[in-house]
């Protein structure tokens, strides 16, 4: 291997930084959402069991308990686009800016009707077109790359 | 950009995933940097400048770029 940085070749033997980030991500994002589901059902169980009564200031509070998780998934996606390459993160953000644009052109263009022409929506709705817009951006910004 | 680096990778007989784990990046990034997708980083073109013990430009075709932004 004449020419080539030996000091390189030997940090080859140490683990791929951005398969290192993907591992991460993963046993992060298992945790956080099984955390989610456990939250839910406490959430939902206390709020419709013992809390039923409760004064509204701990109802808001126990109803919120499954953003705790939400937000480790929050801190998981950025650790992970800390840690990919150069690439990865380019295809990431291009998509992620996408996402928001279309979720935020869907959520203006919906606000026009609704009431009068449409039914009203939860708000829970704009979270999930984002999360399928950012979805559907990832796989054709990824398509520009191969 | 056009560049040798798939020349230069069977040279020294690795695979895109070995080049890719030399240089810390996802094989996606080699594939897409050997079909002049996409272009280098001045840090990543320097890290396989060193990596292949050769100035950036012999990896790299200047001459390729159409003066446009991607």
Same mark, same amino acid.
């Not at chain 1, 509070?61 to 690439?87: C, H, K, N, Q, T």
């Not at chain 2, 030399?22 to 996606?28: H, S």
């Given at each position: #291997?004449?020419? @080539?940085?030996?000091?390189?070749v030997?940090a080859?033997?140490?683990?791929n ?6 591992q991460?991500? $993963? @046993?992060?994002?298992a =945790? ?5 589901v456990a939250? =839910?059902?406490?959430?939902?169980s206390?709020?419709y069991?013992p #809390?039923?009564?409760?004064?509204p200031g701990? !109802?808001?509070?126990?109803a919120?308990l499954?953003?705790?998780? =939400? ?8 650790? *992970? #686009? ?5 690439? =990865?993160?380019?295809i ?5 800016a996408?996402a928001?644009?279309a979720?935020?052109l #869907?959520?203006?263009? *919906?606000?026009?009707i ?12 704009t $979270?999930v ?9 990832? $796989? $054709?910004?990824?398509?520009?790359? !191969? | ?15 895109q ?6 240089v810390g ?6 594939v897409a ?16 400048s +060193? ?6 430009e ?8 159409d003066? +446009?932004?991607?």
């Amino acid at each position: #291997m004449s020419g @080539i940085d030996d000091s390189l070749v030997m940090a080859s033997t140490t683990i791929n930084p951005v398969k290192r980030a993907a591992q991460r991500y $993963f @046993i992060e994002f298992a =945790i956080s959402m099984t955390a989610y589901v456990a939250t =839910i059902w406490v959430s939902r169980s206390l709020l419709y069991g013992p #809390m039923r009564t409760a004064s509204p200031g701990w !109802q808001y509070v126990v109803a919120l308990l499954p953003l705790v998780p =939400i937000l480790l998934v929050f801190g998981a996606v950025v650790r *992970y #686009m800390l840690g990919v390459d150069e690439l =990865i993160r380019r295809i990431q953000v291009d998509s992620l800016a996408l996402a928001g644009g279309a979720t935020a052109l #869907m959520a203006a263009a *919906y606000g026009l009707i609704e009431g009068d022409y449409a039914p009203k929506l939860s708000a829970w709705w704009t $979270f999930v077109t984002f999360m399928m817009a950012w979805l559907i951006a990832s $796989f $054709f910004v990824r398509r520009r790359y !191969q | 950009m056009k560049n040798r680096l798939k020349v230069l990778r069977a040279e020294n007989d690795w695979t895109q995933a070995e080049l890719a784990d030399r240089v810390g990046v996802a094989r996606q990034t080699i594939v897409a940097l050997e079909k002049g997708k996409y272009s280098p980083s001045l840090e990543l073109a320097f890290r396989l400048s +060193k990596l292949f013990g050769k100035p950036v430009e012999q990896i790299f075709d200047p001459e390729s770029v159409d003066g +446009k932004p991607e």
